[in-house]
């Protein structure tokens, strides 16, 4: 019996030293391939030079906006990011209605989440505020006209009378009928934030392929038009918003529900694309114009929701965003609308691009991840009220009639624009982190990661091994180590991936 114990602990010793060896030799290799590198081993980033930190990358000005990056950038750390983030979390701005269940009119929806982060929970009635389920209705002769409008031309100013209550006129620039209040349903957004969800593969692709290639193919290099370019680039830095806030928050280990930064997916879809950023930036100061255009509007409008207090705070913090001196000093015309629709095309060109936007919006009820659905028309329905006001004279029907707008219209476009502002301050806080990781030295930090995962695997495997072989389980033991060559097979397709 004792001989037995001997030997038992004998083989364990053994056993030991293997793992013990094994572990040095997969350090030993890792280290080796690193000698030259600027990683140090447990992903450290060595220090970049202060000098390189110092000049930006995007500079001069935003390509058709009326604004610099760095004013942006700063105006945005500074004035527009704080206030937004605090506007949105407001009773007002944090609910949404939404329809979440509409057929896809394109194609049957077969869409599949991995997630449980793809559902949407809806709010009960007793939570959003009384107030939002009663709509006032606007009769026609509230609507004041201004004469003398020619058809294609964009009014720069609109009537700081104009609001009377909040309307259920249908936005001409979206497919939703937004009177529709049968098939709404409301949603707490601040309980269903925008986050990586695990809705890739064909159906999530097949959106995007149908936004771009039907409905606002890129335009040539050479195209001086700038309404033909403006569809693209709009939708563009909507994409690059959405890439950036699933990438600022994505499921790294499934297994423990851990989150954080995924730079990697950062760079790969927004990062090494310039434009991609550049069109982010014009997305985001084409919605600040449309906001800073209704000012009067939005001062005014009634941000009831039963809670005073609450409601006097959004008001003071809607004021504090829409007049604030620093914004109307540095950049108090984000983008200069009235330089659009000239010419004898400029009313058609308005009207195809409006058939595109909202074939676009269609689109949305295809998404097969209803966060994903519910985001995608919250954020499309914000740039449609962006285009609404800016390009409020839409035809003959509504020519001269005021701006006026739902209350979904505002909160939407108001949690775009904060959605837009989180994106651009993301790019200046970690993008250049981002890119002297992955342009740096790219193969050298994902083998970094790949081999820790391997020696690892290997530790986990060969100590099942040990523990086997102790209790003399020989036919286990003869399983597992044909287990671990099946390990390697496995690491080796991950690392191919």
Known sequence: MVKKEIEKKSYGSRWVKVVVVLVAVFVAIAMSSRTSSNIAFFGAIDRACPCSRSTPKYSGMVEDCCCDYETVDHLNEEVLNPSLQELVKTPFFRYFKAKLWCDCPFWPDDGMCKLRDCSVCECPESEFPESFKKPYRLSLNDLVCQEGKPQAAVD????????????????????????????????????????????????????????????????????????????????????????????????????????????????DRVLQYPDRVSNLYFTFLFVLRAVTKAADYLEQAEYDTGNLNEDLKTQSLMKQLLYNPKLQAACPVPFDEAKLWKGQSGPELKQNIQQQFRNISALMDCVGCEKCRLWGKLQVLGLGTALKILFSDDGQENLGHILQLQRNEVIALMNLLNRLSESVELVREIGPTAERIIEGHPSRYNTLIKSWKRILSYVEAIHIIVKTRLIGNHALWFGNFLNITKLEKNIEKTDQK
């Open 156 to 267: 720069r100013t609109l009537d700081s009378k104009a609001f009377r209550g909040w309307t259920e006129i249908d936005n001409p620039w979206t497919n939703d009928d937004e009177t529709d209040n049968g098939e709404m349903t409301y949603v707490n957004l601040q309980l269903n934030p925008e986050r990586y969800t695990g809705y890739t593969g064909p159906s999530a692709r097949r959106i995007w392929d149908a936004v771009y290639s039907e409905n606002c193919p890129k335009y040539p290099s050479q195209e001086s038009c700038q309404e033909k370019k403006i569809l693209y680039k709009l939708i563009s830095g909507l994409h690059s918003s959405i890439s950036i806030h699933i990438a600022s928050d994505y499921l790294l280990d499934e297994a423990t529900n851990s989150w954080g930064q995924n730079l990697t997916l950062l760079y």
